[in-house]
């Protein structure tokens, strides 16, 4: 009885791994186009222009707030069993938000630009649920986020031509999750639609400025006050990085998805 109950458990286990084997594949997948977040610190920064600091000018020109920020990426997939797809992914995430004011022959320029690159790792969970149409699934994973802040000022017009720009960096770490379905096209082929979830609050950038007379210095991403409680946003030396709240950069929020996969 002992050597028949080790041939079945033998025998079980075989095929689980067969059946394992025989459906492990390899494939790709492309997503996109459009996720929110809430990237507080500038749109602080940004409402207090667009209120108060230019008007005060006699300006009518406003600067964007960043929430809507298109999204695509990449994945490289295995299917180890059927309920199971493990992906490896890279995207990106860039927003630019940029203000232009000329009056009597000058011109005053200014932008800020957002360049955040995720690093993924995500996994893919299809339930056998009764759903013919589709083939619903729900995911989670950890990502490392590559982020790019770039700064740019300038001045053209009676006075001579400067400009400035500083380029801030930083990797932070997050999370992700969501859900959706999937509809097959071909037997390899599949589109899918749904939401997700993602939480990614970043610290710590640092980077170099320059400006067109040759100047240089080290700076940090400062958020903080002036004299009058107005918040202020932007690259700040690092000469001052004891005396100034250093500033974040929130990719939470969350997204529409439709992707495109291929298995082989």
Do not use: C
Request: hydrophobic share 40%.
């Amino acid at each position: 009885m002992k050597k028949l109950s080790s041939v079945v458990a033998i025998l079980l286990v075989s095929m689980f791994v067969y059946a394992g084997a025989a459906h492990a594949g390899v494939g790709v997948r492309i997503t996109g186009p459009v996720s929110y977040i809430g990237y507080g610190n500038w749109n602080d920064f940004a409402d207090f222009l667009n209120d108060e600091a230019i008007p005060e000018l006699g300006f009518s020109q406003k600067i964007d707030n960043i929430n809507w920020v298109p999204e695509f990426g990449g994945e490289i997939l295995v299917s180890p069993m059927p309920v199971l797809d493990i992906g490896l992914g890279a995207g990106m995430l860039l927003k630019t938000a940029d203000l232009s004011i000329s009056v009597g022959g000058e011109t005053m320029s200014f932008s800020h630009k957002l360049r955040a690159y995720p690093f993924t790792l995500t996994g893919y969970v299809k339930p056998p649920l009764p759903f013919g149409f589709a083939k619903p699934f729900v995911y989670g994973g950890v990502g490392l986020y590559y982020t790019k802040l770039i700064f740019e000022e300038g001045y053209s017009g009676v006075g001579g031509d400067y400009s400035y720009e500083a380029e801030l960096t930083k990797t932070g770490f997050g999370l992700h999750g969501g859900a959706g379905l999937e509809f097959s096209v071909f037997p390899m082929v599949s589109i899918d639609i749904g939401i997700k979830a993602r939480w990614a609050k970043i610290k710590g950038f640092e980077g170099t400025a320059s400006d067109s007379e040759g100047e240089e210095e080290d700076v940090f991403l400062m958020f903080d006050e002036d004299d009058d409680g107005n918040p202020m946003y932007g690259p700040e030396s690092v000469d001052y990085q004891d005396e100034i709240d250093e500033g974040e950069v929130d990719l939470s929020g969350f997204g529409f998805v439709l992707g495109i996969k291929v298995m082989f």
